[in-house]
């Protein structure tokens, strides 16, 4: 398998701008993770599916985001309108199915996004 | 609430030395799982160790060692003989058995000294 996918690798966009970060997780896991990394706050999980479902998604800043999983190959995540504060890496993570407590995420490469 | 931290923002070590990274938590789920994982420079996020909470042994892999004081509510992570290559940020994180969720401390930047 070729691993987490995330698109784009890189995203600059301007202010005010749609911004649609998207994964592919590693096929048979129905666990999917969206996360956020900055320097002040770490890695912070935005929200996470099971089966497709969002289980939890209290970790998404604000209502200018938000994020789908219509089928079990591909979740994207949508900033609408897109601030500077926003700038960050986005993190796509996917595990397997099985006891969740000692299954590890597999995490895709990352999207760095830039708005300015 | 579930919770994990890592205070320490950065660290040192010479190499060839041990390092201990510190990693506490809090769970009111009597299942779960704490990770290790290390991000080098280059960003991507490497899994190196795996500690289940009815584990009765510490987990060990090569180099890496987690040292679990479970009533401590603490997960140590150890590192032998410190390679220049273990330079990087490692982030400590547990997962609920209940609910599936993962979460991360803050991170710890390790830097080893030749």
């Known amino acids: 398998d070729a691993g987490v996918i995330q698109s784009p690798r890189h995203e600059v966009t301007e202010m005010g701008q749609e911004v649609t970060l998207r994964c592919k997780p590693i096929?048979?896991?129905?666990?999917l993770f969206w996360y956020r990394q900055t320097m002040m706050r770490g890695l912070e999980l935005l929200i996470y599916f099971n089966n497709n479902v969002p289980i939890d998604d209290s970790g998404m800043p604000e209502d200018r985001f938000s994020a789908k999983m219509p089928n079990a190959s591909f979740s994207t995540l949508k900033i609408q309108p897109s601030e500077p504060r926003d700038s960050a890496v986005y993190f796509c993570?996917?595990?397997?199915?099985?006891?969740?407590?000692?299954?590890?995420?597999?995490f895709g490469q990352g999207t760095r996004l830039t708005v300015v | 609430a579930q919770k994990i931290t890592q205070t320490q923002p950065g660290m040192f070590v010479q190499e060839k030395e041990a390092v201990t990274l510190d990693c506490t938590y809090d769970?009111?789920?009597?299942?779960?799982?704490l990770f290790w994982y290390k991000q080098p420079s280059s960003g991507e996020m490497i899994f190196l160790i795996y500690?289940?909470?009815?584990?009765?042994q510490n987990a060990t892999e090569g180099r890496y060692s987690l040292n679990f004081q479970k009533a401590r509510k603490s997960a140590n992570l150890v590192i032998s003989a410190s390679q220049l290559g273990d330079s990087a940020m490692y982030f400590c994180?547990?997962?609920?058995?209940?609910?599936?969720?993962?979460?991360f401390g803050q991170g710890t930047t390790l830097q080893v000294k030749p």
């Open positions: 500690q289940g909470s009815y584990d009765q």
């Open positions: 993570a996917s595990s397997p199915r099985g006891r969740t407590m000692n299954t590890e995420a597999f």
């Open positions: 994180a547990m997962r609920e058995g209940n609910t599936g969720k993962l979460i």
């Open positions: 096929s048979g896991h129905d666990y």
């Open positions: 769970t009111s789920d009597p299942s779960y799982g």
